[in-house]
């Protein structure tokens, strides 16, 4: 068990959906991580926060949106679902920024139809 | 440009085997670090290590030992003995430095054990 927790398990939707992932960095982790995991991407980095602040940006596609509250818990918004957003969602958290290990939650599985 | 291979889709091995899964990366960062997940059936991430650029120690732990060689940009997983419990899929990953803490995800190396 990591100690990064993640809500809800599994997801199924429709297309043009919104919805929103939940998670939980480790007790004391600034920084948390999303990723996206499908067959035909790999693993992508999508966004970092650090202590409620944006960090870096990846390959996060205009109807994603997240943010990272007071608490240090975040939420992943994505909205007008497709059915090329079917994919495992994972969120990680560090203690820092820079090279440190990444522990990563149990994912968010995805499936819109 | 920033990348990490994984040249093996898949290797498949008889318990006790001793199994080395390969990974290159590519960067023209002085300062980096890289690092080894396990993505078991169950589908969590699991950390196994992280190596930044400046260490060419290699390290054993338990049946696993990392290899790594900045001369030829590679950091190479050799299970030993490996058992049934290491079948998953184990990813190589690259940060680089400069404030971008993003993980660089190699195509994975899925390992089946076979008793």
């Known amino acids: 068990d990591s100690g990064v927790t993640q809500t809800p398990k599994h997801l199924i939707t429709a297309t043009g959906q919104r919805v929103t992932l939940r998670c939980s960095p480790r007790?004391?982790?600034?920084?948390v991580y999303w990723y996206q995991q499908s067959l035909d991407q790999g693993l992508q980095f999508l966004i970092q926060y650090y202590n409620g602040e944006e960090r870096a940006k990846g390959n996060i596609l205009e109807r994603f949106s997240a943010q990272q509250f007071p608490d240090l818990h975040s939420e992943l918004n994505l909205s007008s679902l497709e059915l090329g957003d079917s994919a495992l969602y994972f969120c990680?958290?560090?203690?820092?920024?820079?090279?440190?290990?990444?522990?990563f939650g149990p994912g968010t599985r995805l499936t819109v139809l | 440009a920033q990348k990490v291979t994984q040249a093996q889709t898949e290797i498949s091995v008889v318990e006790k085997e001793d199994v080395t899964l390969d990974c290159v990366y590519e960067?023209?960062?002085?300062?980096?670090?890289l690092f080894w997940y396990k993505q078991p059936p169950s589908g969590e991430l699991v950390f196994l290590i992280r190596?930044?650029?400046?260490?060419?120690q290699n390290e054993i732990s338990g049946r696993y030992s990392w290899n790594f060689q900045k001369s030829t940009s590679s950091f190479n997983f050799t299970i030993t003995a490996s058992q049934v419990v290491d079948s998953a899929v184990y990813f190589c990953?690259?940060?680089?430095?400069?404030?971008?803490?993003?993980?660089?995800f190699g195509a994975g190396t899925r390992l089946a054990v076979h008793p």
């Open positions: 007790s004391g982790d600034l920084s």
């Open positions: 990953a690259l940060i680089l430095s400069g404030g971008y803490n993003k993980l660089i």
């Open positions: 960067t023209r960062d002085t300062t980096y670090y």
């Open positions: 190596r930044n650029s400046f260490d060419e």
């Open positions: 990680a958290s560090s203690a820092l920024t820079g090279g440190n290990e990444q522990f």
